[in-house]
């Protein structure tokens, strides 16, 4: 594979001219050259301007469930090609079990993001962000907050421990939200990038111009970027200063640096507990998953006082029973080197600084280790890039005054251990790191969990709780998931990835919109009151999607609430309630005037009343929202109801869609009882197509 790695760049692969100052890759385990990495001579203003419009322009023409059902399909491609995947990521030191993080991890990104567009978004282009404001009194005046997607590119710029998840946990989101992205993947493990960009590429999903890749330096890059454009940086917290100051300020620059994490174990954690022998098992993970080549990895185990000599011996032991260290194409080898030569030797230099700020390394040595090799012979590989897990520990003294071990990252199979005498010194400790991605805590006891909680919280982007309940369904400390934030305050970035459809929003616009009922329907496809509404002609529950529109309504006929009525319902479903029940009880509670009907009485007739009872469209109601009681109904009111369309919803994949109507019981004297949303599921034809044909 001695080759230079290719860019795809405006719906096509490139290739430079002259590679004569391409820079080389090499295998982490035996230093054989893997690729050439150049970008010379490569138009990144093309690619730019190509992103702005041939992307913006494809993307734009799908709705998010259209999106989300490309993301699916992608990761379905690249499953099929794990293999390969797997086999080119061995290269980077990789193992088996660290592909989960990186390979597998990015397809459930992609596979996450799918599920989510489809349940949490509207199957549209338009994200509305909370209720409708009334801004007049007749409703003729309203405000409401939107997202729109940005128009420009979403740049990332990633690390080298996370080739594939790294990515997609940025294009996920950014796809979702209909921008287009370039990925300027680290040098390092860039052939892995190129190879599932490849996969994407080949496999023909690929809407032109939704995504580029820039295999090498992108100089002058930021030159090119603007408002509407976004930035998002994943590495050291130097570089991510050095480029924000480069940003020009109508783009959005966020980042996902370093960070000095930590994990406390609670002071009813002793050493005859499960917490402390699943924190004793989360530390072994971090410490070798990735060879602690993670952003998330523990940096500084917090333990009470006098913990320590216990917790260095249990790890230990740990380590002799569960580590090998070697190629990870080697059967039986559990933790592979570190990416490169020069990233090991940056790792002994941290180490060095550590030990010089008092650490005594008590696991493991800065000697070069004996690894097993991928024929199975053992020895030295002098070109690899391997270390053995290290572990030092620092004293109180040290832990007080000492700063280097809060601030220096070994970023490698290094952490470092302190003791800390009250959960105040404790949280203080963490917050020292200056700002984490995470920090887990292992207690069972809930007061040590919420004092922890609320002191650190601030410094955290995300904080794990261990406990014997959770042990073996915990994702762990160091894995952050889609469903949630990722990202840190402080020196950890400031920034956040992941979160859901949060990540979604980073990449869209937030405008507040102030206008008519009419025109903010149009522009959300959320139908608002004062709107165009239709009470003429065909019954709603009789028209399929295809036919159905946004302010479709049915206004019902009056029903006369009597006292009988409200006993029948009370003797019926034992809701024996004394405002329904007693009228001298009832009279005396200030917001009944007397006896009144229960609330879901009266919204059990709304549905009689509206409701058309014969096989049609509407297949079945699946819920209520927003459901408010307004105003009480005693004995002698009437009520009406009108039910109005207010979203509809096709699903992409199915021959039927989402319908939400808005709902409103008024009395005879015009005043809102109820209001609430009706979600059904209807037909998209009806009949369907099968009985036609059959008919």
């Known amino acids: 594979m001695t080759r230079v790695l290719d860019s795809y760049v405006q719906d096509a692969w490139w290739s430079p001219d002259d590679a004569a100052d391409a820079v080389v890759v090499r295998d982490a385990s035996t230093g054989a050259e893997v690729c050439r990495v150049s970008t010379a001579g490569l138009d990144l203003a093309a690619a730019v301007v190509h992103a702005r419009t041939v992307g913006q322009r494809s993307l734009g023409a799908l709705t998010f469930h259209q999106r989300a059902l490309l993301l699916k399909q992608f990761a379905l491609a690249l499953t099929a090609c794990k293999d390969e995947l797997y086999a080119l990521s061995a290269h980077t030191g990789a193992t088996s079990r660290d592909n989960l993080s990186d390979i597998d991890g990015g397809l459930g990104v992609l596979f996450t993001y799918s599920s989510k567009g489809r349940r949490e978004l509207p199957n549209a282009q ?56 370039i990925v300027k993947p680290a040098t390092p493990t860039a052939y892995v990038a190129e190879a599932w960009v490849r996969i994407l590429v080949e496999s023909g999903l690929l809407p032109a111009g939704s995504l580029q890749l820039v295999s090498g330096a992108v100089p002058g890059l930021f030159d090119l970027l603007d408002l509407g454009d976004t930035v998002g940086f994943t590495g050291s917290a130097g570089t991510a200063e050095r480029l924000r100051s480069q940003a020009k300020p109508g783009v959005r620059f966020t980042s996902e640096t370093d960070s000095i994490n930590a994990s406390v174990l609670g002071p009813d954690a002793t050493p005859d507990t499960p917490e402390f022998d699943a924190y004793v098992r ?43 260290v070697g190629d990870p194409r080697a059967e039986g080898v559990t933790m592979g080197p570190v990416v490169s030569t020069a990233q090991r030797d940056e790792v002994l230099r941290s180490v060095r600084a550590l030990q010089d700020a008092g650490g005594r390394l008590v696991i493991g040595s800065t000697a070069p280790p004996d690894i097993r090799r991928a024929d199975g012979t053992t020895g030295q590989a002098p070109d690899g890039a391997f270390l053995e897990p290290m572990v030092l520990a620092f004293d109180a003294a040290h832990a007080e005054a000492g700063a280097a071990v809060h601030e220096v990252e070994a970023f490698g199979p290094v952490t470092s251990v302190l003791g800390y005498r009250s959960l105040a010194e404790a949280a203080d400790l963490v917050g020292r790191g200056g700002g984490s991605l995470v920090t887990s805590i292992a207690t069972h006891d809930p007061a040590v969990a919420v004092e922890l909680i609320t002191r650190v919280g601030a410094y955290n982007g995300r904080v ?63 139908w608002h009151a004062g709107a165009e509404a239709d009470a003429t002609g065909t019954h709603p529950f009789r028209k399929p999607l295809t036919q159905l529109r946004l302010g479709d309504r049915i206004e019902s006929a009056e029903r006369e609430v009597t006292l009988d009525d409200i006993e029948t319902f009370a003797a019926f479903t034992g809701d024996t309630f004394y405002a329904h029940m007693d009228e001298a009880a009832a009279s005396a509670n200030p917001f009944f005037p007397g ?90 034809e009806w009949p369907p197509a099968a009985q036609e044909a059959t008919a």
């Open 126 to 181: 338009v994200v509305v962000d909370g209720p409708a404001e009334p801004l007049a009194k007749d409703g003729s005046f309203l405000g409401r907050h939107v997202y729109t997607r940005l128009p420009g590119v979403a740049v990332q710029i990633n690390a080298f421990n996370f080739p594939m998840w790294g990515a997609l946990e940025k294009f996920a989101p950014a796809f979702l939200a209909g921008v287009p992205t």
């Open 282 to 324: 989360q530390l072994l993970s971090e410490l070798v998953t990735k060879a602690g080549q993670k952003c998330t990895a523990i940096r500084r185990a917090i333990v009470p006082e006098g913990v320590q000599p216990a917790l260095a011996t249990a790890l230990a032991a740990k380590i002799a029973e569960r580590v090998v």
């Open 464 to 526: 794990l709780v261990l406990d014997r309940d959770d042990a073996r369904t915990s994702t762990g400390h160091g894995s952050p998931v889609p469903h949630l934030v990722h990202g840190g305050p402080g020196r950890a970035g400031g920034g956040e990835e992941l979160g859901g459809i949060r990540a979604v929003l980073h990449y869209m616009q937030r405008t507040a919109v102030q206008g008519s009922p009419r025109m903010l329907t149009a522009l959300t496809g959320v």
């Open 595 to 684: 006896r009144v009907a229960h609330g879901y009485l009266l919204v059990s007739w709304a549905a009689g009343l509206f409701v058309d009872p014969d096989p049609g469209p509407v297949l079945a109601n699946y819920g209520l929202e927003n459901l408010r009681f307004l105003t009480p109904v005693s004995p002698g009111d009437r009520i009406r109801v009108a039910l109005t369309a207010k979203q509809i919803t096709p699903r992409e994949t199915d021959e039927y869609g989402e319908v939400r109507w808005d709902a409103v019981i008024r009395n005879d004297r015009d005043e809102v009882v109820a209001e609430y949303d009706v979600l059904t599921l209807v037909a998209k």
